[in-house]
């Protein structure tokens, strides 16, 4: 469904992400680091059981990151078995085991930002960001040929989380923890999460991505976990919210997914998403369009050529625009909980031209240059125009 858009005022202007080339050159640098074909996207799950890799894969996983207690020789030949990439610690079994190939980057401590829990009981401070650079460089001296990972926690999408203690409101931390790694991710879940600064506000996973991209260097490989399932509330993310966050992730320039799927309530389960028939069916089909899409996102995000507004500056909505083999393709997220009469303007399209609406089958056209539609609450969208713009 169109509307007419009145009393216009810009909300989000699209090219909110850097310029950023094809996937060959965020990956080839590395001679056994991710695939570098534009075909490939990243895809993973957190600290998982390899005798789930098919499981995973079915579900479009590619990637495991992190083994328990490992890696060992069995966890990595059972993910060899499957198929399965694996980004895991560096030890003496995975720098030398005949089927590391399958391993495309080491792994930090993860979330060393955050306060480290002490022998003795309570907490001390994070792990400095120096010791992090320290141990990167010991990394990539005993194997250059690998990316260095390394995840970071909520504190890069909220400054007054206090779980970093000492460092809590010190976000000048990060651009130091960065240059410790060659990819970098970093997490939040406002589903999941019961702080009411965090809680249902999916806008700060795009605030998140936003940061790192600032913080880290160009053409630095910036990755993001989404929730996949209840964690420690039992508050499971829907699909639909799932997919939010994912298109916020990727709009601000994230270029890899992570899945965190553990849950403690109301009981342990390591695997969640996998019991969890609704979300299973989600995340499947999500990943299957970002796998179908991965030429697309692999390609150059075009910078100054989209606008994007709303009639409510309180609502914006954020969009990136891609071209590949011809067409044009527009990603847009609502960035509120409320909805949007938003309007996309692209450069160079003349009035009639037809905008295909991938989420529910609709052929909208353009008028004075832009598109139209009334969109809900974090609703995501992905227009495709045949033959672009000129």
Request: with cysteine; aromatic share 8%.
């Amino acid at each position: 469904m169109t509307t007419p858009i009145r009393h216009v005022t810009l909300c989000a202007v699209l090219a909110l992400t850097p310029l950023m080339g094809a996937a060959e050159s965020l990956y080839t640098q590395w001679e056994n680091g991710p695939p570098t074909d534009e075909d490939f996207f990243p895809v993973g799950v957190w600290l998982q059981n390899p005798a789930r890799a098919e499981e995973y894969r079915d579900a479009g996983i590619n990637i495991y990151v992190g083994l328990w207690q490992g890696p060992t020789e069995e966890q990595l030949d059972a993910l060899a078995e499957a198929g399965m990439y694996v980004i895991c610690h560096q030890n003496e079994t995975a720098l030398n085991h005949p089927r590391n190939d399958i391993i495309i980057a080491w792994l930090q401590q993860d979330e060393p930002d955050n306060a480290q829990a002490l022998p003795e009981g309570g907490y001390g401070p994070p792990v400095p960001p120096r010791e992090i650079v320290e141990r990167y460089e010991a990394m990539r001296e005993a194997d250059p040929t690998r990316p260095v990972h390394l995840n970071l926690g909520q504190g890069v999408a909220w400054d007054g989380w206090h779980g970093r203690g000492v460092r809590t409101n010190h976000p000048e931390d990060y651009p130091e923890y960065i240059q410790g790694c060659d990819i970098v991710s970093f997490d939040i879940y406002p589903v999941a999460n019961s702080r009411e600064p965090v809680q249902g506000n999916l806008w700060r996973v795009a605030r998140g991505v936003e940061r790192l991209v600032r913080w880290s260097e160009p053409h630095q490989p910036v990755w993001s976990f989404v929730e996949a399932s209840g964690i420690h509330t039992g508050r499971t993310a829907t699909p639909a919210q799932i997919k939010t966050q994912i298109w916020m992730s990727l709009i601000h320039g994230s270029t890899g997914i992570l899945y965190f799927v553990h849950e403690w309530e109301p009981a342990f389960n390591e695997a969640a998403m996998l019991s969890n028939e609704e979300t299973l069916a989600g995340v499947t089909a999500i990943n299957e369009q970002l796998h179908e899409l991965a030429p697309v996102l692999n390609s150059p995000t075009v910078e100054g050529r989209l606008e994007a507004v709303t009639e409510d500056e309180d609502v914006p909505v954020a969009a990136m625009l891609k071209e590949h083999e011809g067409d044009a393709y527009v990603f847009a997220v609502v960035m509120r909980d409320r909805p949007a009469a938003a309007a996309f303007t692209v450069t160079g399209l003349s009035d009639g031209t037809e905008v295909h609406v991938t989420e529910t089958g609709e052929t909208l056209t353009t008028e004075g240059g832009a598109f139209t539609e009334a969109l809900d609450g974090y609703e995501t969208r992905l227009y495709r125009i045949p033959g672009g713009a000129s």
